[in-house]
């Protein structure tokens, strides 16, 4: 499993209703995935053959590797050492319905998409590739992406449920990503029976507070406890109140759970952060950062300084949001850090180990998100 080693949520997006019945089957059929999220810009894709084209023309492609290049504001399909291309077009469109679409934005790695994969020409000379995919596919393919092949079922569950809620919450004219800044989505390359037995079971289920979708947060490991929405994103008017930290000793199993410690070379923190070590001024009770003052006075979120760390300095420096800052006597930075993700939400690991315990999906999300209840879709009034 790729544990999250971030999730770059600083906005709490709430979305109004319409009053009515929620029928799931009223969301879209289909979401809109654009891939490779982590990776831009995408300057070429790996398709691999056997592959249909849908547009601009039908065409079906042997078994072979294939090369997609944007040329100017066209993009080429050739095979692959051939300077002959097949495709020359704004847009391409392969359909997967039937094998999937197996490409890649490197010669090494393959990722497997079912629906339609969509590619075109983006500003700056790079390629957008979309996946137009069944709702039901998504769901499947993020509770796949999100845990690993050993995860019991009713953590599964717990898993799909949320997903799903977070659909509930989703404009049919938003786009979705692929990585960690949302939800995992590698297609349906790590698919498993048990992952689609899952989903189907707990299929049309919300989880609702007050007749409303909750908003979903999710981390990987929170090594102890988790945190309250308010304190880690600092927005008391925001917060809705089942985003409350609870007590969490179930993660023990995580790699994460362990101190992790990473250094900065003072080159690098002082291009960062300025001339100077930032102060952690104030913890939470779970021991996450409150406030960091930046060596020119500034005074940061501890979330916010955490995620001006993993983009300056790399997410491996402090993959949890549990850290605590020292320096060496050369002036390099060091960075102690636990537990992986912003730690608000559920813990993933630590839904694992309940289940394992023999607690169901439903009581590990009333107890990671308290005053909440997981209701059929169809029964439940929205606004």
């Known amino acids: 499993m790729k544990c999250k080693t971030y999730l770059l949520i600083a906005i709490f997006n709430f979305l109004f209703f319409a009053m009515g019945q929620i029928v799931f089957a009223a969301t879209p059929d289909k979401v809109k995935v654009d891939l490779f999220e982590a990776h831009q810009p995408v300057k070429q894709v790996f398709l ?29 399909l050739a095979k692959q050492g051939s300077l002959q291309p097949i495709v020359v077009a704004p847009r391409i469109v392969l359909d997967g319905q039937t094998l999937g ?112 979708p909750v908003a979903v947060y999710y981390h990987s490991t929170c090594a102890g406890g988790t945190s309250s929405g308010e304190v880690v994103f600092s927005n008391k008017s925001a917060v809705p109140p089942y985003l409350k930290a609870v007590n969490c000793d179930y993660c023990v199993r995580s790699p994460f759970s362990k101190l992790t410690v990473r250094r900065i070379s003072k080159d690098a923190a002082t291009k960062a952060f300025g001339e100077g070590l930032p102060a952690i001024l104030d913890y939470d009770d779970a021991g996450r950062p409150i406030k960091v003052r930046l060596p020119d006075g500034r005074i940061l979120s501890g979330y916010q300084f955490w995620i001006l760390l993993g983009q300056s300095a790399g997410w491996d420096k402090a993959p949890g949001m549990k850290y605590k800052l020292g320096t060496l006597p050369n002036g390099d930075l060091q960075v102690f850090s636990t537990g992986a993700g912003h730690g608000v939400g559920l813990c993933q690991w630590g839904s694992a180990e309940l289940a394992h315990q023999g607690k169901t999906y439903k009581d590990i999300l009333q107890y990671y998100f308290p005053g909440t209840n997981v209701q059929e879709s169809r029964s439940v009034a929205m606004w």
């Open 101 to 212: 679409v197996a490409l890649g934005i490197d010669s090494v790695d393959k990722r497997t998409y079912p629906g339609d994969v969509e590619m075109s020409v983006l500003p700056k000379q790079s390629i957008r590739v979309r996946n137009v995919v069944a709702v039901k596919d998504y769901v499947i393919g993020v509770v796949s992406s999100e845990t690993p092949a050993n995860w019991p079922v009713e953590a599964l569950k717990a898993q799909a449920v949320l997903t799903q809620t977070r659909l509930a919450r989703h404009l049919p004219s938003m786009v979705l990503g692929d990585s960690t800044q949302r939800e995992l989505y590698l297609g349906s390359s790590n698919n498993r029976k048990e992952v689609r037995e899952a989903v189907h079971s707990v299929w049309g289920q919300l989880l609702m507070h007050e007749n409303r």
């Open 48 to 76: 691999y053959g056997p592959a249909r084209i849908k547009m601009p023309m039908q065409r079906t492609l042997p078994p072979g590797k294939y090369l997609l290049t944007e040329k100017g504001s066209q993009l080429e």
